[in-house]
Structures are given as structure tokens and as C-alpha cells.
């Protein structure tokens, strides 16, 4: 394995993230690492704070844990990190065989310094991952299976394909249940090992950094008929590819894109799919034909097309009756269709103030806002009189609102005395609803700071409102003020 390893630096450029094309790679890979979900094992509590607990146990030699039942002994070495369960071996002979005897759950980002962990998105370099890629391969080979969660987030794959392959066929032969598969670029075409297709097993799948395999070769049994959430990262691919994973995957739920290397044109056709997100990715026409159980279609950080003369992309909704958020939506970018009624998509403009309340007085009745909107949220609020005649309209007629959540621009609202004179005179406003709150933010940025996203966060279907979770925990974590509407008198 020293070999293999000294050998496979010769062959590979490090990923330095100095490049402005590296910056973007390493945007993209964050995404990729903030969205994987947690692993059923933690590092926080290693074996060694459970060996200083049992020195400060009675000294009379007993060996009180080892007489527990074979069940809970395996619950215990399973919520270990891979390197603290299998070093349980020789605490005694009754655990010997308990590592080998529990569903794997290993990560190799648990092998990095203590240190190094306190930033979840860090990643080592190239040489110093090498060590991470030889213990990946031991513990592959060395448990028998099942694998119950696997991350490898932190090697540079093309130092070894073979080595890779074989990683794929341990992987689809020990039953792996959750993979997170992400490479280390450069470069960022190697191709992703077909024989991630013999993992059967799969409920979630993470990959990244990857040129998808030529889908059309592979065996027409080739499937994943348990997979729930798949999502795909810095991933180069073909229309036919999307096409080809959603016919094979029945009870998908969640299916993720970001920052694809190629245009994402599709045609979603899936009687399972609940949640569709496209971020930091570049969009041809999407059309969502048949969705019956859809319920959100997250658009974020999208960018226009880079094939084609007609730079707007298309977001054709045809049978989606459970569509209950779209997010994100940025009309300089995209057309909307819903049925047969087309949103046509403009240019970005900077407002003028001149959308004010009698513009807004003309607009007339709008059913979606007076019958169906709950919440509204407005990210780098700055009082102007068009914002201001904007929020009266929605406050007059949306007769189900229950919370509009603002995120105010501190320059716009340097004391609460400002705020006052501002937002005082729509205290007596005739609202619609008489079941509401107003929920105010003071972002810690000047310019109201960037809209937070978190793509595990939006495809919770534990949660009903992501967007206004997701506005809290970013502005608190960066020191927003929380103000609760009207106690600002």
C-alpha cells in the first residue's frame, strides 16, 4: 500500500483552490459537503473518553461492561467511528468479534485531527489524504459487511482507479445502505465506476466530482430499487442520464443537482419524486409532466443556459396537483409555465421606486394572493416606498397570511427609531388576515448579507416552512437582532 500511495503522486495535480476556476469547484464541493446527512456515528465521543470513565470506576477488577448482552455491546461499538469500533478487539476476549459483527458505518473525514473536524467542510491535500485512501481500503476489505453508512469524501480518486473499482464491487457485495462518494478534483472527468450500479442496496447516494457512465451500456437490469434520496455534485452527464435515473430509481424522493458540469434539460416522469432541487446549476428546459407526489421545486443560484441561442430556460409545470413550494424563482433567468399560462421571463432591473401603491391599487384581485399565500419572506428589506406599498397590498388582501418574515438592511435601518418612523403607519393597516405576525430581522451586513440556503435543510419534509428556517439560523448565527412586529412601539 506505501508503494501504491508514493507511487500515485506523480500522477495527479493537487487541488489548491487558488485558480478563480478552483474557487468555483470548491463553492460547488461545500455545497456537496454541507448536504451530506449525518452519519449514524460521531467522533465527539471516542473510545478514549470511554476508557477514562471506566478508570474512575470501583478497583475491584470487575469487567462490568463486558458482561452486558451481546445486543446492547453491538449497539455501543456501532455508534463508534469505524477506527474506535475496531480497536474494541482488545479490550477483552468477549469483543473481539463485535466489530466484525456490526453493520459498518465508516467515514473517513473521522480519521482527519481533531482539529481539522471543528470545520465540516475542510478537506486535506493531496498528500496528506493518502493515508485516508489506504485506511479506506483496509476497512473495506477487512469487514465482512453489511455496510450500513460509508462517506469517502476525502481522496483524490485518480491516484488509483483500479483501487476504486475494487472499493465499488466491496461496496455493492457488503450491501452498502448509505454512500457518500465525493472526489477530490482535479480533473473532474474521471469517470465515475460503473459497478456503482450493483449496489442494490442503496437508500441514499451522494457522488460528486464525476463523469457520469455511459448509461446506455449498462445492463438493462441495472438499478437502484431502494434508493430515496440521490444527490449530484459537480457531476458531467447527458439528458439521457437524468431520464435513465429516474426511470430506475421507483421510490426516489429527493433528487439534487448542483453545479452540474453540463446544461440540465429534463423531463421529469416519476410517480415517487417529492423534492427536485437545482442549484448553482446552468438550466435548458425543465418540464415536470407527470409528478403526482412533487411538492417542491427548489431553483437556487441558477445560471443561464450555456448551449443555445436563447439564454432563458423554461420551467414547465404540467401534473404536479401536490406543488406546494417553489423557491427562489428569479425572473431574469427562467419562463414559468404553469398549464397554459406562460410567466414571461425579464431582464434584471434596479427598482426605481416607481412601483407604488397605485400600481399596486390598478393590480386588482390576484386569487393566489388572497386565498393561498401563508407566509412571505423579503431578504434585504430597505423600507423604500415601493417595498412599502408592496407590503400594504399583500397586508390588505392576503386573507390566510399567518407570517411575513423581513430581513432588514441595517443601513437602511441604522436605529429602531428609523424603523418606527417607517413601518409605524402600516401598524393600522386594514389586514386581511386576523391571525398574523410580523417577524423582523436585523442583518448583521450591510447590504442585508446573501440569501442563506442549506439543500438538507429545504428537502426536510419535517419541515414545513424551510425557507423561514433557513432565514433564522443564518441571521442569528451572524448576529441578527430579532424584533417581533408591532412591539416595536
Request: include cysteine.
Amino acid at each position: 500500500m506505501d508503494r501504491w500511495a508514493v507511487e500515485s503522486v506523480r500522477s495527479v495535480r493537487a487541488f489548491e483552490g487558488n485558480s478563480k476556476q478552483d474557487e468555483l469547484t470548491r463553492c460547488a464541493l461545500d455545497f456537496a459537503y454541507d448536504s451530506l446527512p449525518a452519519p449514524p456515528a460521531t467522533p465527539d465521543a471516542p473510545l478514549a473518553a470511554t476508557g477514562a470513565a471506566c478508570s474512575r470506576a470501583p478497583g475491584d477488577g470487575v469487567d462490568r461492561i463486558s458482561s452486558l448482552p451481546d445486543q446492547i455491546l453491538r449497539n455501543v461499538v456501532s455508534r463508534l467511528p469505524a477506527a474506535d469500533a475496531a480497536r474494541t478487539a482488545a479490550l477483552a476476549t468477549r469483543w473481539r468479534g463485535l466489530w466484525r459483527a456490526v453493520p459498518l458505518v465508516f467515514v473517513d473525514a473521522h480519521l482527519l485531527p481533531t482539529e481539522s473536524r471543528a470545520d465540516p467542510l475542510w478537506r486535506p491535500g493531496l498528500e496528506a489524504s493518502l493515508g485516508l485512501t489506504n485506511a479506506a481500503s483496509a476497512a473495506l476489505a477487512a469487514h465482512p459487511g453489511p455496510f450500513r453508512c460509508v462517506h469517502l469524501t476525502c481522496s483524490y480518486m485518480d491516484t488509483n482507479r483500479e483501487e476504486i473499482k475494487r472499493w465499488m464491487q466491496l461496496l455493492a457485495a457488503k450491501g452498502v445502505q448509505q454512500l457518500a462518494f465525493i472526489n477530490r478534483p482535479w480533473p473532474l472527468d474521471i469517470p465515475l465506476p460503473a459497478t456503482v450500479f450493483s449496489c442494490a442496496s442503496l437508500t441514499r447516494l451522494h457522488i460528486g466530482a464525476w463523469k457520469f457512465p455511459d448509461t446506455a451500456a449498462l445492463p438493462r437490469a441495472a438499478a437502484f430499487p431502494h434508493l430515496q434520496e440521490l444527490y449530484l455534485s459537480l457531476i458531467a452527464m447527458k439528458d439521457r442520464d437524468l431520464a435513465f435515473l429516474l426511470d430506475r430509481c421507483p421510490v426516489l424522493e429527493v433528487l439534487t443537482v448542483i453545479a452540474s458540469q453540463t446544461d440540465v434539460r429534463m423531463c421529469v416522469v416519476s410517480r415517487s419524486l417529492r423534492c427536485l432541487q437545482l442549484v448553482a446549476t446552468s438550466l435548458g428546459d425543465i418540464a415536470v409532466a407527470e409528478a403526482p407526489r412533487l411538492e417542491r421545486l427548489i431553483l437556487f443560484g441558477t445560471l443561464h443556459r450555456r448551449i443555445g441561442e436563447n439564454k432563458y430556460s423554461r420551467i414547465k409545470i404540467g401534473n404536479a396537483p401536490n406543488l406546494r413550494m417553489l423557491g427562489y424563482w428569479d425572473q431574469g433567468q427562467h419562463e414559468l409555465q404553469i398549464g397554459n399560462t406562460i410567466v414571461q421571463s425579464m431582464e434584471a432591473f434596479t427598482p426605481t421606486g416607481k412601483v407604488n401603491a397605485k400600481f399596486w391599487h390598478e393590480a386588482g384581485s390576484v386569487e393566489c394572493v388572497e386565498q393561498h399565500i401563508k407566509k412571505l419572506a423579503i431578504h434585504g428589506f430597505r423600507g423604500t416606498k415601493s417595498e412599502l406599498a408592496f407590503l400594504k397590498f399583500i397586508a390588505e388582501r392576503a386573507q390566510v397570511l399567518e407570517k411575513m418574515v423581513l430581513i432588514l438592511s441595517p443601513k437602511c435601518f441604522p436605529s429602531v427609531q428609523v424603523l418606527k418612523t417607517k413601518l409605524n403607519p402600516h401598524a393600522t393597516a386594514q389586514w386581511a388576515s386576523t391571525d398574523f405576525k410580523v417577524i423582523l430581522f436585523k442583518s448583521s451586513e450591510s447590504d442585508g448579507g446573501a440569501v442563506p440556503f442549506n439543500p438538507r435543510i429545504s428537502a426536510d419534509f419535517s419541515c414545513d416552512g424551510p425557507f423561514d428556517l433557513l432565514m433564522v439560523e443564518a441571521n442569528l448565527s451572524m448576529g441578527a437582532v430579532f424584533l417581533q412586529y408591532p412591539k416595536i412601539n
